[in-house]
């Protein structure tokens, strides 16, 4: 029976069948992600809880109990057994595997040994991290696994599946068509040549050379490359087994085994073990062994360290001084909770989970900021829809409260703009026509219609309690430039309702809040 039991147990950790099961659950989790970035009101637990599994995202999140729970087990699990984090968990490495995948059928070119770039790694990271720190997050946005994730599939995969089940939804029940809203959501160009630019660098960059990315730029990578030089047990070549075939070499995705010398740089290694499943003479071994020679070495000289996060926390703490000086109010509509342009533009990471996720697709990436610190940060276009006063969704979801969360009561009475009403533009002053629509469709009785000339009633509005929902923008029939629209407010604040019985009658239905 014990025999039976061993047996048993070296079948399960057999590397071919570890590789199965790190398959099995890099498949899984990446559909999971996929699932919650398409459509997150129908996935939106699974979506909160990946969000947590992100190592950056725990950070931010610190000290709550979650993230320490999330960040202790991420780090802890690299200590023990080294990056298996970057193959199962990350969602921007399971997408580079997948590409991996797809491109090696016309790229038959083995992967090569690659050089360290460990001084590269810590530079950049150092950077982006000592400007987060400093509060300049562009750095870290643009650079963050999970960020890019959410660019790409916010502005690619969402918009195409969209379509698909718009096109499919006469074919099938409307109880199938787990999309709702979302397909029938607007395709936004700037958006999608954004996330077509980040899926083809990352498609060149997997082509040519595998994971580089996650041994040379990504800040989460040089955070577990750092721990995974001190893992407990990792993957090692046997030297006296060893036949220099190359196929382990040929095998590694990471560049991080060189046969020459027969050494396998653990600390880049990203747990695929493509190695040991390729290897025919059992040369790749998991167990406790030391650090190679290279391993041992500083991931980065104190010094070039030193001045490497001087610079960076210098960067955070001078550009954004520097580039907010201009849009100290902004020039877009904040979703409801960003509070300021500073606070906002500094906070958010860019993941566009509040993107997909907004029921009207009113908030859309910033492709034309008017600051860099507002490139491809979140704000509202009026043109794809109105703030639903009801929808709190995007201040729930945010995973970093650069989106502050909003009670749903309160959010109602959240002013995130101001209305101006343009006379010289309106049908009614133009054609002598009524119209009304943007009366209609304000919540707060911030537009109301009064009588004018010719007995027709023309547009009246009180800025005063209007919560820059863009209601009456959106409805508004007159283009290309609409007779009614809401500039975005330096700081949103709260409206005080007056009593229904102090407004003045309109001749609309009263019906107040909402």
Not at 151 to 159: K, R, T
Not at 403 to 408: D, G, L, R, T
Request: with cysteine.
């Amino acid at each position: 029976m014990k025999l039976f039991i061993i047996e048993i147990r070296q079948r399960i950790l057999s590397m071919h069948n570890v590789k199965k099961i790190r398959l099995i659950i890099g498949v899984t989790v990446l559909a999971a992600f996929i699932a919650a970035w398409l459509r997150y009101d129908t996935f939106g637990r699974a979506a909160a809880f990946l969000e947590e599994t992100q190592l950056v995202y725990a950070v931010f999140e610190l000290p709550m109990l979650a993230a320490v729970i999330a960040l202790a087990i991420i780090l802890l699990t690299t200590l023990l057994v080294g990056r298996v984090y970057c193959s199962t968990i990350c969602p921007l490495g399971l997408l580079q595997d997948l590409i991996a995948r797809l491109t090696r059928q016309f790229n038959r070119k083995p992967y090569q040994a690659l050089s360290p770039h460990t001084q590269l790694h810590a530079a950049v990271f150092t950077l982006a991290g000592g400007a987060a720190a400093a509060g300049f997050i562009l750095p870290l946005a643009v650079l963050e696994p999970f960020s890019t994730f959410g660019q790409i599939f916010a502005g690619i995969f969402q918009p195409l599946a969209a379509k698909f089940f718009l096109a499919a939804a006469p074919m099938v029940s409307t109880g199938i068509n787990w999309f709702g809203q979302a397909a029938a959501r607007p395709f936004s160009m700037q958006n999608s040549l954004i996330a077509a630019f980040l899926l083809t660098a990352l498609t060149f960059a997997v082509y040519k050379a595998g994971r580089i990315y996650c041994n040379t730029l990504c800040p989460v990578g040089a955070i577990l490359r750092f721990v995974a030089r001190h893992s407990i047990f990792r993957l090692s070549i046997d030297e006296s087994a060893c036949t220099s075939c190359r196929l382990c070499e040929k095998a590694c995705k990471a560049g991080c085994i060189d046969v020459v010398s027969k050494t396998l740089d653990f600390s880049r290694c990203v747990s695929c073990y493509n190695c040991a499943a390729s290897c025919n003479f059992a040369a790749i071994k998991f167990g406790r062994a030391t650090a190679t020679a290279s391993e041992k070495q500083s991931f980065l000289p104190g010094r070039r360290a030193a001045i490497a996060t001087m610079a960076g926390a210098a960067a955070g703490y001078m550009l954004p001084k520097a580039l907010l000086a201009g849009i100290e109010s902004p020039a877009k509509i904040l979703p409801p909770g960003a509070m300021n342009a500073e606070r906002f533009y500094q906070a958010c990471i860019s993941c566009h989970l509040c993107v997909t996720a907004c029921p009207s697709s009113v908030i859309k990436p910033s492709a034309a900021p008017e600051s860099p610190l507002s490139l491809l940060k979140p704000s509202l276009d009026f043109e794809l829809g109105m703030c639903e006063q009801n929808c709190n969704l995007c201040s729930q979801i945010c995973p970093v409260n650069a989106i502050q969360p909003v009670e749903s009561d309160k959010k109602k009475l959240m002013k995130i703009g101001e209305v101006e009403y343009i006379k010289r533009l309106c049908v009614v002053e133009t054609d002598g026509n009524d119209c009304g629509a943007c009366a209609e469709h304000c919540p707060t009785q911030a537009v109301r219609m009064v009588p004018y000339k010719n007995n027709l009633m023309i547009p009246q509005t009180d800025p005063s309690i209007c919560i820059g929902c863009g209601s009456c923008e959106h409805i508004c029939p007159v283009r290309p430039n609409r007779a009614i629209i809401v500039h975005p407010v330096k700081q949103q604040t709260f409206i005080e309702m007056p009593e229904p019985e102090a407004l003045p009658d309109s001749g609309q239905p009263t019906e107040f809040p909402f």
